[in-house]
């Protein structure tokens, strides 16, 4: 195998071997930007390290061999005494996970070289002893495993009060021999020496670092499978640190937060990379660098267009000024809020970059999702303390935290926490997982705090400047003497950067408006409202919605839902009604028993009635009565209690032993669906009577009746024989078909097409019983151990799992329409809303999906999407 490639040698379309920031880096490199030299060491060099604990035969070799190119090239060796080559070792995985993996700067600086280095840009000491600390406390914070605290206290006791660009070339000096001091007492040998064994060493660390706590947890967070392993770049250095004609920024193409075109980014004069994303210093607006050095600036606004329009796409960049020379150190298609994902899509379409069919792949429907949550209400007085950055929008309120690990007790609690932090740092982020916002006083837009905020969708407002927070005292100051503590409640806007004391109610977003019949009138909806109608035209599986009432029925027509997948009607016997069911279930002879249905009848007519009109004409599918008995039955134990203590009538005394007559362990195993309709006599008729009479009161009313739980064909076809009869005698027209959710049922799926019309698959039950995994108990009990070992990336209730609940799901497809090839197939399980489910159900060939109202945006977007 080749494990190390050159960056003229790759491509973008290489991450998988390269990762992103290598196949970007040799993206450029081949369209003549100016990249520094360097070359790639593939993820598949670090899955055979991670697998077998060392690297593969013949990487050293091949290192050595680009090495041994790359200083032929430079006209000097790494780490050479008079004259060194310096790398860095950079991580970059193929999926970007800012900060979560590891780097090292400078790497072939000792003490030798150190003075080349000097010599080398003009006899500047300061900087090679800036850069020669530098190496030390990284190399020995990540490659040595030593608290990075050590080296910080070290370097700010020697500070004072004063900024790191002050210190001399004396007290650097000074400041490396402390360091490795420390590397001394921490490890017992030496900081090593010789340059290559530096390199070596380095990148094994960076392989390591991909399975680094906040990696694994960054990981799981956004889905990224854990097996993938990271590429490692060696690039040539290029410093940002020699002096004010030097420094190194960051920059997007377009506002990542509302798509807007521009100039983006923050820079930071006489730095290196690191200390811009860690946002040790305020960098400057990057407009600032045309004052600075107006010929790298306009060379950067020329590769920045350069860069959108060979990627068609918003691009951020990382950048380095040497003297006066400008480097381009990475670039990738950058993350961007939700909003900015619409807004650029169709800015791309309006500049004839891409077509609107590939504005409606660069959506997603988590991130219309996003669009759908409220915003604050502008109506109501709002106390201001502060404006920030509005580094990733939303509206969150919650009590203030000053710690990750305080945000996670507080938020296992339930409570909605806001996390307050001076700057985040990767270690943060259980916390900001945790958090409902973020909030920080310092760093820019493109701090570790944005950037990992807005990949996570979290609101977060950063650089808040004015408030002064105190970690230690676990509270904070604003201007006018405002005094926020620990556990007060705040609401930060994302959208605009503003703080605000105590809590402010939110109202509807925009684009919900929108949905709910509003006119376009900003670039947001607009943007929306393109790409649903293209999604709309494009896409093949129907889309309807699971509702019960009338309201949910009327919600789910005016966000485009095409009929009603799923109308629970176990729904409309709660509340005032359950006395009638448990009268029903508990009825001791025939007479009892035709009361309750008697008195049941008119109720569910009236609710059909409703429910018909509000979906005036659209198909409504009608699940006949499936309560798992727990459910509506009184609590064996209350009862129990209250015969104990002597406290019954006899009226009660009867219920108890009715009640621990029908007591089930496993209820959801047991007696529901369509196995209550058989035992019950009477029941199911009683429903379809009801149907069908409303369905005559209501011009153009369509039913579909539907049998749940079925397991065996026979089940099915005693209960639809009598519908069948009831729905003649009415003279009502309705199919009648069943659930697919036992899999039996999926397996036995050619007899089960005989007698149904169509199939909708329960997947909720389905997964239920194909994992043997209760829906009420698992999730809370133990599936976060589950996604810890990484038995599955997501829970199999919220993403359909393809392998066995999907295999089960495609029989039936299959088996179904070769018995009966005009039947319908649908999902109605919460699956029916998640946007990976939705494309496997466009690709097993199903007619629709139907999921909660709310929903139902998302599946016509991911529907239309799968459809590309
Ligand atoms: C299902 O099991 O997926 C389903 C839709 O039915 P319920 O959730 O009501 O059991
Ligand atoms: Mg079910």
């Known amino acids: 195998a080749k494990y190390v490639y050159d960056f003229t040698e790759g491509n973008k379309d290489l991450k998988d071997l390269l990762g992103g920031k ?43 061999e680009h090495l041994g190119a790359m200083e032929k090239r430079m006209g000097k060796a790494l780490g050479q005494a008079d004259d060194p080559l310096l790398v860095s070792v950079r991580s970059g995985a193929k999926f970007s996970m800012p900060g979560m993996m590891e780097t090292v700067l400078n790497i072939g600086l000792n003490d030798e070289s150190v003075h080349g280095l000097a010599k080398q840009a003009g006899g500047n000491d300061r900087f090679a002893w800036d850069s020669y600390r530098r190496l030390i406390q990284m190399f020995g914070k990540t490659v040595l495993g030593i608290d990075g605290e050590l080296f910080e206290h070290a370097l700010e006791s020697l500070k004072g009060d004063r900024q790191d660009t002050d210190l001399d070339a004396g007290e650097l000096q000074g400041l490396v021999e402390t360091f490795k001091g420390i590397v001394r007492e921490q490890t017992g040998k030496d900081f090593p020496a010789d340059p290559r064994e530096q390199m070596r060493l380095a990148v094994m660390a960076v392989f390591d670092s991909w399975n680094a706590p906040r990696a694994i947890l960054y990981r799981r967070q956004e889905r990224i499978p854990a097996d993938l392993g990271t590429a490692v770049n060696i690039v040539a250095m290029v410093f940002g640190n020699v002096g004010n004609d030097s420094g190194t920024g960051v920059a997007f193409t377009r506002d990542p937060g509302s798509g807007q075109q521009g100039i983006y980014g923050d820079y930071l004069q006489n730095a290196q990379g690191e200390d811009v994303v860690a946002g040790i210093r305020n960098t400057i607006p990057l407009q600032e660098l045309e004052r600075l050095d107006k010929s790298s600036y306009d060379e950067l606004l020329r590769i920045m267009e350069t860069l959108e329009n060979h990627y068609r796409d918003l691009c951020d960049i990382e950048f380095t000024i040497e003297r006066g020379k400008l480097w381009m150190l990475q670039t990738r298609v950058g993350k961007r809020t939700a909003a900015a994902a619409f807004c650029i899509a169709t800015q791309l379409v309006d500049q004839g970059l891409i077509t609107l069919d590939e504005a409606v792949t660069r959506v997603t429907g988590d991130q219309l999702v996003q669009l759908m949550f409220p915003r604050f209400d502008s109506g109501t007085e709002k106390k201001k303390i502060a404006k920030g950055m509005n580094a990733s929008p939303g509206a969150a309120v919650g009590k203030v935290v000053f710690s990750s690990a305080r945000a996670v007790e507080l938020a296992d609690q339930g409570e909605d926490v806001i996390l307050v932090r001076r700057e985040t740092n990767p270690d943060d982020l259980s916390g900001m997982i945790a958090a409902r916002g973020i909030l920080t006083s310092r760093g820019g837009k493109t701090s570790h705090a944005a950037v990992v905020a807005r990949g996570m969708g979290k609101t977060c407002v950063c650089g808040a400047e004015e408030l002064e927070v105190s970690i230690a005292e676990r509270r904070f100051t604003a201007p006018g003497d405002v005094v926020v503590n620990e556990g007060d409640v705040i609401s930060i806007d994302g959208t605009t950067g503003e703080v605000f004391l105590g809590e402010v109610p939110v109202v509807d977003s925009a684009v919900v408006e929108y949905f709910e019949g509003r006119e376009p009138d900003d670039d947001l909806v607009r943007a929306v409202d393109r790409i649903m109608r293209r999604a709309d035209e494009v896409r093949r599986l129907g889309v309807r919605a699971n509702a019960d009432t009338a309201a949910d029925a009327a919600r789910a027509r005016r966000f485009g839902g095409e009929g009603i997948g799923l109308c629970r009607t176990e729904h409309m016997f709660l509340g005032e009604r359950r006395q009638l069911v448990e009268d029903l279930v508990l009825a001791s002879g025939d007479e009892e ?62 219920l108890l032993a009715a009640v621990k007559r029908l007591h089930e362990e496993n209820p959801m195993l047991g007696l529901r669906g369509v196995r209550l309709g058989l035992v019950i006599p009477g029941l199911f008729a009683m429903q379809v009577r009801a149907i069908a009479q409303a369905a005559k009161d209501v011009p153009g009313a369509k039913p579909e009746i539907m049998i749940p739980l079925v397991a065996a064909v026979q089940e099915l076809e005693a209960v639809r024989e009598e519908a069948a009869g009831i729905l003649a005698d009415l003279g009502v027209d309705a199919l009648v078909g069943t659930m697919i959710e036992t899999p039996r049922a999926a397996l036995t799926a050619g007899q089960v097409a005989e007698a149904a019309q169509f199939f909708s698959f329960g997947t909720n039950d389905l997964t239920q019983m194909t994992w043997g995994f209760s829906r009420d108990d698992v999730e809370a009990a133990f599936f976060s151990r589950y996604l810890e070992l990484g038995i599955f990336g997501v829970s199999p209730f919220e993403t359909l799992d393809r392998d066995g609940v999907g295999r089960l799901v495609r029989i039936a497809v299959e088996e179904g329409r070769k018995a009966r090839p005009d039947l319908k197939l649908g999902i109605c399980g919460e699956h029916g809303g998640d946007p990976d489910s939705v494309h496997f159900c466009h690709e097993a060939g199903l007619d629709y999906v139907s999921c909660s109202p709310f929903r139902i945006p998302v599946a016509r977007l991911e529907a239309g999407r799968a459809a590309m």
Do not use: W
């Open 593 to 654: 028993r035709q009361a309750a249905l008697d008195a049941l009848e008119p109720l569910q007519k009236a609710d059909f009635v409703e429910i018909f009109r509000a979906m005036d004409g659209q198909p409504v599918t009608v699940r006949l009565i499936d309560p798992p008995l727990h459910e509506f039955l009184p609590d064996i134990v209350d009862l129990s209690v209250k015969a104990a203590t002597g406290e019954t009538s006899d009226k009660q005394r009867d």
């Open 22 to 64: 290598g196949a970007n880096l040799a993206e450029m490199t081949n369209l003549g930007l100016p990249v520094p030299p360097g070359f790639t060491i593939t993820s598949e060099a670090c899955r055979h390290y991670l697998a077998e604990g060392a690297v593969p035969d013949g990487l050293e070799r091949e290192v050595s």
